[in-house]
């Protein structure tokens, strides 16, 4: 690897989860890389980008130079390849013809046989901790991967405490050894919650073009087994079953409950994939339900803003990124009490006191019809989603970077 007289210049960064649809991990890169460039300390480096496929345009490397680091896209264009074949048997040959001072790895593995400093982000452990959200041969395949990594890198970067403790017990990785780096929630969110509530004109055209209308309730994120979808099925059919109020004030105008939609956008990542058609159709209410699948970052913003309420029960989750970001856009979201939603939210009032059929469809009626519960939970998420932004974590990513080199050369931190 190069070297830097004061410091890393040349940083390689595993980038293939930025191809094709971003989603957890490839959003969480775009945001990091981006914000990374107005980072001070980070003016001088030059940042290699390492993909599988074909070339693309992105704005890190295609657009006007903003300062800062730059940025080099390098692409193998190895596009059929599997990619976690084409991390651990070819990209170490890449790096070796295109040496760099530290390597980083986005998304809990790294290169088989990688030397030199190294910093891996390992955003939680639900392979260990709920194996049945896998498939056997994924489960495996993950567990084993994110353990060599986290014992083997210089650094482990984490998204929460949580993280952090369970880094230490399951896999025994020094407390020394690991950082916590909270994520950050782009202005888009709030820009796009102002632009709905004053009415501004095409966010109902945007919404038409996705296949949603108002109003709708938004469940986001990836379709897995810990995302209790089944729980909030029934919980929404209970509660268009029971008496309710005719309608609630929110964002959108008065609701009735008549006309509620449920939207779910996100890719079914169900270990059997047909159990999600069973789950609706078997529901009671799927005449409300509108799946969009996959949703292209830049419209996420408005599908945010232009919803009633969001929802995210799960059982685990290494940070919780989508309600952070509804709450942004000026929407309340309901979560569940996963361990990582307390951490990040510890007094949020919009919290399913159980995760059971009975818990959920109280926190749905909460959801709806409590206007002083919802507002508490705007204030209360607007308070914690100010302290998070993207800025303040290339901050922190630089600095954690920084001690991964300086530790990796022999230099302490």
Known sequence: MTQGAAGPRSIGVVAYEMEGAPTGVGRYLEELLAALRGTPRARDWRLSLFFKGDPFEHPLWTGEEAGGCTCEALFDRRADAHPIVWEQIRLPRVLRRRPVDLLFSPGYSLPRGVSGP?????????????PRDFRFREKWRRRFLARRAARSATRVL?????????LQRRYGVPGERIAVAP???SPRFEQAGQSVSRGAPGARENLARLGVRQPYLLILGSILPRRRLDLVLAGLTRLLGAVAPVGVATAAGDLSIEELQLV??????????????????????????IRIGYVDDRDLPELYAGAVGTIYVSEYEGYGLPPLESLAAGVPALVSDAPALLELCPDYPLRCDRLDVDGVTDGLRRLLFDGEARESASAEGSKRVRSLTWARAAERF??????????GRGQGS
């Open 264 to 289: 779910i956008a996100g890719t079914n990542q169900l270990p059997r994939p047909a159990d999600l058609d069973h789950m609706i159709r078997s529901s009671g209410c799927a005449d409300r339900v």
């Open 158 to 166: 984490t998204d929460t405490g949580r993280t952090a403790a369970e």
């Open 398 to 407: 630089a600095a954690e970077l920084e001690t991964a080199w300086r530790t």
């Open 118 to 130: 190294s910093l891996v982000t390992v955003h939680d452990l639900s392979f260990e901790v709920l």
């Open 183 to 185: 994520l950050g929630v």
